[in-house]
């Protein structure tokens, strides 16, 4: 893979922070220079971009970082990137720096800053699915994805000692943004007596029935599962609705937050975030641009970010249907 | 060890859980065994009792166990047993299983139940202090405390990975009621830049100062540790504040809430929860009674109830002076 | 689903234990009832079939059990049912019981057991994968594999800090019997410089010359993981052969063990046990049998199992690739 | 705490590496600054010390390490330190630096360096106990030991589920060289059938009395855990001897080995850590010398080179006396 063209590769990490972003950083790097590439890390996502906030990564400088949560390159926000003046800075930060090509890890948001940024300079890019919120179509799983979920399901197995214990009813609030992905699988997981996700409509009263169904239901202990993105309201509200409703229960609410960011990653999310890094690179270096690299059906594809750019991917039916047989 | 006139044990969790009460439950009943007493366990605690949902436990019954949060007697507030009725009734039950001695895993407001019984009807009582809170005079460590500021510690450091990948500023609430332990020993431990607790006087002003100080301090990431019982505001208070005061951070905040409850015991409340389950057997045997049994300077001690019950469990000074100098 | 001929399903566990068994039991109870069938637990494999000991599931009774590691229907190896006569008493046991149909969890040595028992006496069985070793054909993922390879990769992180702190050259051995799954996985996972598997032949000199390849090598820290199904010597054998000809390293071996079999189940292994857990019972329903269940490209599978015994799960070579780019 | 003679701290580790010593590292170089001193890191101990790798470092440079196991000052046994002309050769490299005053954290051989380097030269040193075993007489607790024990009993649970799943008995070697004390605090957390330790002479023909008591004693899944420095022989010794009397058990050997080292450090081993850490800066700047700093009921405390070097911290009594209680 001579791609004589490309000589240096810029790296970065852009929008909400995940577990594995340091591995897929890592799978980068070194993959760069087996290939004989030069490497550099862009500081703060688009805002180090635009302010030449670059340095140069060696196999060395990535090592031991495999097994860290968050990012080593640190990621941010941009308001200057979304303008053309913004972008074309960044862009001649890019060129005094050699830079020729780029790989980004993050989310949708990010991903739309690089679409415009490779049609208006012509710069080779490739997009890795990093977000703990698998909401992004043309992969099975982003990066962040497992370790999140697992990191939910430990938080649920604990709230459940205590639920049970003292025969209480929790409502949990999981991230997920406008995905219930987080939710469903840390639902099931954890025995959730019900999941509320936004990809589905239970109203608040199928939740009361569901409650309140069978003679003293209310004295066993149950937890609900809530997305972030609920549109029947979040963990906070519907506790507070269903304590109105009925003095019956012994209702608790826990907001998860951003613990759910952090953390040593999972091997999957490791696993996954390293063969994407590979990809990333031996896309570019095999003319890929405008893409995204992910993973179906456990092979490498490439999607045009327009394919994926607004998107939806959408909930597996089946899980819906096993978290319904299951909570029995 | 053999004290005749006690043939049966009853043994009960009351007031929150903590983590390592079915190792004390364990204890308590491998240590009648052992000295050759039957022992039975009392459902849900003052309301078991009031109830007479009392079963007998073997030596096999509290077998796997001792990893395990929450409590298998499971645990209740009773109002009922405020009353003298409620108390006659629950000492009946007691009677017509036999149960001749009492002991109670809990913290002071179950005490204070246990301390009531015991005068009204003379039954000997020993009480094992069991709660995170660690607020108990009397004991060095109270049961759950280590595994519940472990399970603080590791979600912050999850916190800051994600704080450190985006310079932002935490707040994050702990648990601990009135007493500031898990948030200094989680503070400290976490790394944390600045930890408001109930014993301390420290006005918002000391924490704005404590800020902003520092050309470009707003740039780090910083985590603040808030206990529950601050009194200038809980995390979700004082980062409205902040923020009204300055548009200079970006600020998140979580409250940890009931998974500080849950989870696998380490060690430490393991070892502790079994050596407090068989020194409040042997203090029974030997004619304790009216007494929490607690460890001070690494020895079993005994306490009057009244010397606990209302007393406040001091907070070491010198970790406060140390997390001062560990912040810069 | 209203298969009038099976009224009574018999579940049990065989062959060695992996973690997600309980939530795929759990799975085949509750569906069972939710079809309104009787479910019993079979003890201990074909030990418990041959002696009867069989005992009735209700919905409840597989309650708080999603989490726990093991199998609370235990698993052992039984030399009696390889006999004709074995299979007769087991099955005559059955048939007391009016269970008429079957599901097992377990690994291949399990379901050759099966087979017989379906052939003899047409009693309709599936069979769930529930191995550590993700040795089967016929589905991505075995229950307990992603489970078993985080704790792997826990124990090498652990083992880096040292590792890292004194300049070693370790060799930790990882489960998996005949596969490298576990350890090409928590290899790349763990940063390993090498991944001695049974797939691949790496002789003991390329092993020396990755080692000793470039100045000063020996100063630096450095893993190996050795499948120990290693066709040139487990961890212990290699590192005492590499010492023979070196004296220039610092080496330990971890020979990690049993350890890797426990432990809760991550919300992946126990999402796919119910998920796996409701299709065997369906599958069971719409009359399949003599099959194993799994799981292809996130579909649900059946597969003979005479397509699956004695079969290979052959290791993804894109793997092996990406570890050896990786590891520069 | 002006110590105007005290201007520049040197900082290392030593020895076998201990979760926390990070921690420790953290809490000498924020005091040094605090107390407005200039610190040094000096590189693997006494090898960097005679080799003169040394570093300045700055608060930030000890910045996001508190969590981290291992030491990033890395550590290592130096056979030249041992000779005269090896100490005056890091004494050498000392004064070059101007560095005159010495924190060194480690176990007792560490302390026997320091203690020559401090009679042949002057040179004002505090040793902080920094170890897993537990073995340092003039602290309660070193640093790493409760994590070490943690870690211990997280992989005791988990061979517990699958002994329990296969009813087999499992020998477990911990660490803690000549001393017990993991051995006895994991054994009592993860509920051990029996505990095997230096300090205590139980035979062989105990062992096997003990496991052999009871009628059908032989079905029940059984843990045993052996400290490394057993006098009956290790794990694996035990085991192979225990089969060779009986064929009656299913066993099993796993030694737990250096994983027991690393981990993110608990809570515990944090603050700990950190107040020694304080507390030997503080010690230096008052005229401590060749002491060590530690913790005695809940008070620093500072005991000579001399009272500590090759004295035994004796195992607390009453915890095997409960041992054996709890193992009915």
Redesign the interface.
Known sequence: MTNEKIKRIGVF?SGG?A?GMN?AI??VV??G??YQKEVFGIMRGYEGMIEGDIVKLG?RSV??I??????IL???RSKEFRTKEGRLKAYNNLKKEGIDALVAIGGDGSFTGLHYLTEEFGIPAVCIPGTIDNDLTGT?YTIGY?TA?????E?I??????A????RL?FIEVMGRNSGYIAV??G????AAAIIIPEETMSFENLMTLLTAGEGSSKKSNLIVVAEGSKIGGATELAKKVAERSDYFDI?????????????P???D??LA??LG?AAVEGILKGQTDVMVGIR??K?VYNSFDSIINHVHEI?Q??LR?AK??S?
Chains 1, 2, 3, 4 share one sequence.
């Open positions: 990490t922070d577990p591995a890592r799978a070194r993959t220079i087996y196999a090592g031991n495999i097994q860290r949560g968050g990012t640190k990621t941010a099975d497992d979920t697992n990191t939910a399901v938080a197995d604990k709230i459940r000692d205590t049970l214990s003292h025969n929790f699988n840390s099931i997981a954890g025995g608790k609410v826990t907001v998860l937050g951003h613990l759910q960011r952090g953390g040593s999972t091997y999957f490791r696993v390293s063969k590979v059906n456990s490498i597996d089946e899980s096993i047989i299951l029995i």
